[in-house]
């Protein structure tokens, strides 16, 4: 059975400064990892996601890393801003079901 | 742009009592997905469906139903409801096996008292 964990479960930085976050799974065979947002009383977000074959993917000031050897991926966000306040969730696919980390909420101080 | 709708929003339950919740997309995704999120923790896969007519059951499907008539819906039906099943329930869909365009609903926030 697949298990997700993501370190740290809360975080709290002042605006600018960069963000950091963890995931890890224990059966690297997987099709492919997502990282979601879920913003209080809302749905989840897609905003990453990286196929087993890649090592990174970009979106903006978002870079999330795939290291599936090791059963680990890193989603980070420069120059984070209050708007960046939310819980991120890190999300691997593997038997065509995604299993979920139980996220890390992060907190933005302007 | 609809996506995935979710209704209702909002509900409480006494229990022993039953309900539906709705779930509809308009992306024409074959595949669709229900879960619940209890506080603190990740989402947990109850039942998902990988075209009309089709049905599994995920890693948590005891005291729930679901069908697929159609491509666009996916109820979830409560029966005999209980104070365990007391979490918020998120529809998702997507068009791929492996999870492309995954897009989730706003979600269903359930008390059972």
């Known amino acids: 059975k697949q298990e997700v964990t993501q370190i740290p479960a809360a975080l709290s930085v002042p605006e600018g400064e960069n963000l950091v976050l963890n995931c890890s799974f224990t059966d690297s065979a997987i099709y492919n990892l997502q990282w979601f947002r879920q913003d209080p009383g809302k749905g989840l977000t897609s905003l990453l996601l990286?196929?087993?074959?890649?090592r990174e993917q970009t979106s903006g000031r978002l870079n999330a890393s795939l290291d599936k050897s090791s059963g680990r991926s890193t989603l980070y966000i420069a120059a984070s801003q209050p708007g960046d306040s939310a819980t991120y969730l890190c999300?691997?696919?593997?038997?065509?079901?995604?299993?979920f980390g139980a996220g890390t909420t992060v907190t933005v101080r302007a | 742009n609809a996506g995935v709708t979710q209704t209702p929003k909002f509900r409480i339950l006494k229990i022993g009592q039953s309900m539906t919740l709705q779930c509809t997309q308009d992306m024409n995704h074959n595949y669709m997905y229900w879960y619940r999120q209890d506080p603190g923790m990740g989402l947990k896969l109850i039942y998902y469906?990988?075209?009309?007519?089709?049905?599994d059951k995920g890693e948590v499907p005891n005291g729930y139903n679901v069908s697929r008539s159609t491509t666009e819906d996916f109820p979830l039906r409560l029966e005999l409801a209980a104070p365990s099943q007391t979490s918020v329930y998120f529809c998702a869909s997507s068009y791929s096996k492996t999870g492309g365009g995954y897009t989730f609903g706003s979600g269903t926030r359930l008390t059972v008292v």
């Open positions: 469906s990988v075209g009309a007519g089709i049905t």
């Open positions: 990286i196929q087993s074959s890649q």
């Open positions: 999300a691997v696919m593997s038997d065509y079901k995604l299993s």
